[in-house]
């Protein structure tokens, strides 16, 4: 199953957090549909081993520059310079986070702070940085941030994760309404568990969560990082394009059968 061919040709994205998991699953996608594509993350050596990666298996070029989220200064001039390589920023995915298990009355401050700043600060800095990019886009620019269904309920061991998500979707409610008069679009994706993704590697299979996590989606699988991809083409191309402030839950059915 896949979109028209060259779906995205001529438009120009930006994927944080890139070069690993769901960002990687993303990046094929998007070049894979025609759009010139951008990756920003802090590690030098995963970027290099995921744009080789890139050409040798799909054939796609891809730009990237180093950058961490929490700093504004610094996100900006990536996203700059990022923006000269690929001809300007029509899609920004706001995909880099930072997570790990913690019981909140362990929890250093340092802890939450650091989450709550790689996830909430560090969208927030994304957008700001990619704004006057996004407003020159033809047909508008499109922002996709990657949350996750857990921000709609409480979610046990990641109080700053559940946080800094439920953040990030009162932010794009409120980019959708206020950047809506520059075209810009501004929604988010609530993945749940996607396979061969350091979230569910780290979060489910080691925590020995897979069998029960498995029992509550109704589908009865974990999902594929096309799934999520699929999700962003929507959103980013023609396709959604009276879409704004909304969140697409992609979890096989899994919020609606948590009590299993
Ligand atoms: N349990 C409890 N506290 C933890 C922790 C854990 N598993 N991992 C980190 N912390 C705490 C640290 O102890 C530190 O607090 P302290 O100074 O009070 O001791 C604080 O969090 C910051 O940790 P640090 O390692 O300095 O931050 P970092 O910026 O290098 O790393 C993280 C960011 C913490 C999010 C790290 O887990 C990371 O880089 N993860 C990779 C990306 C990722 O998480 N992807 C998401 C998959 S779902």
């Not at 083409?233 to 959604?240: E, I, N, P, Q």
């Amino acid at each position: 199953m896949s979109f028209a061919q060259g779906i995205l040709k001529g438009k120009s994205a930006i994927v944080t957090g890139g070069a690993t998991g769901i960002g990687a699953f993303i990046v094929r996608k998007l070049g894979a549909l025609g759009a010139n594509v951008g990756i920003v993350s802090r590690k030098e050596e995963n970027l290099v081993a995921a744009v080789k990666g890139f050409k040798e298996s799909d054939g796609i070029d891809v730009a990237w520059r180093t950058g961490d989220v929490r700093d504004p200064e610094g996100i900006k001039k990536a996203f700059d310079q990022l923006a000269g390589d690929i001809g300007g920023i029509d899609i920004l995915v706001c995909n880099a986070a930072g997570n790990f298990i913690c019981p909140t009355e362990d929890l250093s401050w340092n802890g939450w702070r650091t989450v709550i700043e790689i996830d909430l600060n560090g969208t927030f800095n994304c957008c700001q940085a990619a704004l006057m990019h996004l407003k020159a886009a033809t047909d508008g620019g499109r922002i996709i941030s990657i949350s996750t269904t857990q921000a709609d309920f409480g979610w046990p061991g990641a109080a700053h994760a559940g946080a800094a998500k439920s953040g990030i979707q009162n932010l794009m409610k409120t980019l959708a309404a206020e950047w809506g008069g520059y075209g810009i679009r501004a929604n988010w994706i609530s993945p749940g568990p996607i396979e061969g993704t350091e979230g569910v590697d780290r979060l489910i299979i080691q925590q020995g969560l897979s069998d029960e996590v498995l029992k509550r989606v109704p589908l009865g699988t974990f999902g594929q990082g096309e799934d999520i991809s699929n999700a962003v083409v929507y959103l980013s191309s023609d396709t959604g394009r009276y879409v704004s402030g909304a969140g697409l839950v992609v979890d096989g059915g899994s919020q609606w059968a948590r009590g299993r």
